[in-house]
């Protein structure tokens, strides 16, 4: 595995500009049971992989307090045929103030044939000011392709009374299955610019978390799914919507009151799913 070495941010960077000086990068290439190429840059860092049930689990680690102004980020994953891997990251993705300017992500994922990728980070958190753009091209070979992406956003540090008070959540995820788009979500909220009440009727409705699931090529079929979701003790505590848009494909959109009843819906659903991939 060939990683390049961390660099400390520079000192002293005024607002809005990237404290690493460059683009953050994360590389993997994924074989089944290995990772046969990595490469990043800092704050990025992997730690020693480790084995669970067939997978290839991968904690992400990033070195830093969090998010900042200027900060430019590039996320490329791909499994080749026959992988079998699951992204985890060490703690919320704190999406700190910024005075001016942005954060930017920009995320590539390949999955190959009857390859499994569970991509579930813990949830972001952004901080009153904050501004951030998240988008992610995903490309599944085909049917084979079996995809878990799950993105779970707070409406700020709720229990420090910020409910909405980010400038702007940012999140594009278009996903292609045998070159053809099957699935394109354009999220974009403006709380501090926009007249709407965010936590009211058609927004949030009165939740302070909205968690999004996407399930795609399991061996599933949406009443298994819905009868699935409604064993889950914390699904009671939520509002939850589930919509089937391929043959086998679905985006369950959850809100909740506090991150732990959609993290823990997230663990449920990757147990389940780990449990179909076993019989494939």
Do not use: W
């Amino acid at each position: 595995m060939d990683a390049q070495k961390h660099t400390q941010p520079a000192a002293d960077v005024p607002a809005g500009e990237n404290a690493f000086g460059r683009t953050s990068k994360l590389s993997l290439v994924i074989a089944p049971g290995k990772i046969r190429e990595l490469f990043f840059t800092a704050p990025y860092k992997i730690l020693r992989p480790f084995h669970q049930q067939g997978f290839l689990q991968i904690m992400v680690v990033k070195v830093s307090a969090g998010t900042m102004a200027g900060d430019r980020q590039d996320v490329d994953i791909c499994l080749e045929d026959g992988a079998k891997a699951e992204f985890l990251s060490q703690s919320y993705e704190k999406i700190h103030r910024m005075d001016e300017g942005e954060a930017v992500r920009s995320g590539h994922i390949e999955v190959g044939r009857n390859a499994t990728l569970f991509y579930a980070p813990l949830p972001v958190l952004p901080f009153a000011d904050s501004a951030f753009r998240n988008t992610f091209h995903i490309e599944l070979r085909d049917a084979s392709s079996r995809l878990f992406y799950s993105d779970i956003l707070a409406c700020g540090r709720a229990a420090r009374g910020e409910h909405f008070l980010y400038r702007l959540y940012r999140s594009r995820v278009k996903i292609y299955q045998a070159d053809e788009l099957v699935y394109f979500d354009n999220l974009r909220f403006t709380p501090k610019d926009n007249p709407f009440d965010y936590a009211g009727l058609t927004q949030y409705e009165g939740y302070t978390h909205l968690g999004t699931y996407l399930l795609m090529n399991f061996p599933l079929q949406e009443e298994e799914l819905r009868d699935f979701i409604e064993t889950i003790p914390v699904a009671a505590s939520c509002e939850i919507g589930l919509t089937a848009f391929a043959p086998q494909c679905f985006c369950l959109k959850s809100l909740a009151n506090g991150s732990e009843p959609l993290v823990e819906l997230q663990t449920q659903i990757k147990n389940r799913l780990r449990q179909e991939t076993e019989k494939v």
